[in-house]
């Protein structure tokens, strides 16, 4: 059998293959393979051994940096809420645009490409409160590092964000933000805009407020997921603390609108009102007009940044008589039953002394001395208390001396030297009618406050500390700081109530509730001197009379025209108080006169 003639071809061209035959290897170059393959593991081991012993420390830590992510606190500040948690003060986060125009770019383009201004302009400005043109001109010709705008809140920051513009930073800073406005401006204050504090308690307790923050270290993996190990104790635990104050918006806001509306209609020079709870101290109103919107500071004139009630003196005239004669009792140079004979008009060391209508009154007793606000029946009350003794005595109740509060920028009242005050009898007899010396607004509270609570000098405050959540924080207790008798307090506050129901304060009267109060018009002294016309018209009250629980005092400065007294431009901002404070304060009617109206 004979194969095809191209098979036949195959074959034999397979068998014809060429043969490389094996020749020996020669000892040299054995050896040199051997040499450059010895010497490329020992380059490797020594590589390996220059980054795992001498590099290791150096790698070690650029892997830490690209593992790591620090996150630098934004120096946040703490809350301030109202007794009932109502937000006064707060910081938000808010966040800076900056553009870097030589960077601009949107997604999906080529990394090299870069955009033009007015491209990205286009697309900001259907987020931004800005036009294609404000932006572009705010762009400028400048390459990078363009502040476009501040301010933005939280999710205008997201949609941008979401725009992935490359060339765009937002920046994060915290703001303070003040809810209430200016209905708490007087003692809060407010922060600058290098967030340094200006006034109020935002500057008195700077370091309070300030969060307790440190710089958070955390380890991700390359997918962002936080790792277990070498996690600093606490790096996810948060400042929670808020500053509670003892104030309520409610009555806050309550006692502002009155104020104002009075001072107005007056064309008053300012005014104060506070509410103070004479078991304990607490400020629950301390309002005053005129004042400012700490969100706007720049809008108002820097006088408005000081709260005048702790900080500007002013005689208390008729509202310090019931001061004065709770003293007397307490010495005993008069009787809760006694009487004084009132002429009219007295001659003191060359100096007279006139009731304010110059009327005489005849022989009154205590009770009716308040109700006509009697100067010379004062005087007359007050001459048996040795002058040293009386002088003392105002000392004691620290007439003199800075209030202990947290108020910020309380001074301290004025008094006559000791040895003055002893050898002209005319500073007795001044005093014995609240002039000739001067407190604050704020200290005359006070020593309402003793006359209420049963001879106890409270310390008056607006803070009860830093708390976290929303819970309500129980009421601080009173000190046994006692300086009169309760039986001597509790005279003077029958008296107090007869001005109420028969006297110059009868128009704060409610029925169902007994109300202790007293109104004062005093002179108004400037630089020493008596300024011509001006008074200081103002009102106390205590409340319930049979179970003092309030004090509220109203203080006018230089009200205008004829007809001004405390009874006429204080007593009114006092009732809308007392109104509101009954209602809020759930204060149940007396108990006799809830049976009387029963019947």
């Not at 050898?423 to 309402?448: C, D, M, V």
């Not at 300086?483 to 304060?505: A, D, F, I, K, Y």
Request: one cysteine or more.
């Amino acid at each position: 059998m004979s194969l095809p003639k191209n098979h036949r071809s195959r074959v034999t061209g397979r068998k014809k293959r060429r043969v490389i035959p094996f020749e020996p290897v020669y000892p040299c170059r054995l050896k040199s393979v051997f040499a450059i393959l010895f010497l490329g593991l020992f380059t490797l081991m020594g590589r390996m051994a220059w980054l795992q012993i001498l590099q290791a420390p150096t790698l070690q830590a650029r892997a830490r940096a690209s593992q790591t992510q620090k996150t630098q606190p934004l120096g946040t500040r703490r809350s301030i809420v109202d007794r009932r948690g109502r937000l006064i003060a707060i910081d938000e986060e808010r966040f800076r645009l900056w553009a870097h125009p030589r960077y601009f770019n949107f997604p999906g383009d080529n990394p090299a490409f870069i955009r033009e201004p007015v491209e990205v302009a286009r697309k900001l400005s259907k987020i931004l409160d800005f036009s294609i043109d404000e932006l572009v001109a705010r762009l400028g010709d400048r390459p990078s590092g363009v502040k476009l705008v501040e301010g933005l809140d939280a999710q205008i920051a997201l949609d941008i964000k979401q725009l992935g513009i490359s060339g765009l930073d937002l920046e994060p800073y915290p703001q303070r933000i003040y809810p209430q406005g200016a209905l708490f401006a007087n003692v809060v204050g407010f922060l600058n805009q290098e967030r340094v504090p200006q006034a109020g308690l935002e500057q008195s307790l700077n370091d309070q407020l300030i969060r307790k923050e440190k710089a958070r270290i955390l380890r991700r993996g390359a997918d962002g997921t936080p790792l277990p190990d070498d996690l600093p104790l606490g790096v996810f635990d948060r400042d929670n603390l808020r500053l509670h104050l003892t104030m309520d918006a409610r009555l806050q806001e309550l006692s502002v609108k009155a104020l104002a509306t009075e001072v107005r209609k007056w064309d008053a020079k300012k005014g104060v009102a506070i509410v103070m709870d004479v078991t304990n101290g607490e400020l629950l109103a301390l309002a005053s007009t005129p004042t400012y919107d700490p969100n706007r500071y720049w809008k108002f004139s820097p006088a408005l940044f000081r709260e005048w009630s702790v900080q500007d003196l002013f005689e208390p005239g008729s509202t310090f008589k019931p001061i004065n004669l709770a003293l007397a009792l307490q010495e005993g140079v008069i009787n809760p039953l006694g009487q004084v004979e009132d002429t009219g008009s007295l001659n003191i060391g060359g100096w007279s002394i006139y009731n304010h209508n110059r009327l005489a009154n005849g022989v009154i007793d205590f009770s009716k001395v308040l109700q006509v606000s009697s100067n010379v029946g004062m005087v007359k009350a007050m001459r048996n208390l040795k002058p040293s003794s009386y002088w003392d005595w105002l000392h004691r109740l620290g007439v003199d001396v800075r209030p202990d509060t947290d108020l910020p920028g309380a001074v301290p009242g004025q008094l006559k030297s000791k040895e003055e005050f002893v050898s002209k009898p005319i500073e007795l007899a001044t005093a014995s009618y609240g002039q000739g010396f001067s407190l604050t607004p704020l200290k005359l509270a006070q020593l309402h406050a003793l006359i209420a609570n049963g001879g106890h000098l409270v310390k008056p405050h607006i803070t009860r500390g830093l708390f976290a959540g929303d819970e309500l924080i129980p009421a601080s207790t009173a000190g046994d700081y006692r300086l009169l008798r309760t039986e001597v307090t509790q005279t003077v506050l029958n008296w107090m109530e007869s001005v109420v129901e028969q006297g110059s304060g009868v128009g704060v009267y409610t029925p169902g509730y007994r109300i202790a109060g007293k109104t004062g018009t005093a002179q108004k002294a400037v630089n020493g001197r008596y300024k011509p016309g001006a008074k200081i018209c103002s009102f106390v009250a205590n409340l319930p009379a049979d179970n003092p629980k309030y004090v509220v005092l109203v203080v006018v400065d230089e009200p205008k025209g004829d007809h001004a007294y405390g009874s006429t431009v204080a007593v009114p901002v006092a009732k809308k108080i007392i109104d509101g404070l009954l209602v809020l304060q759930k204060i149940p009617p007396h108990r006799n006169e809830t049976q009387a109206s029963a019947s």
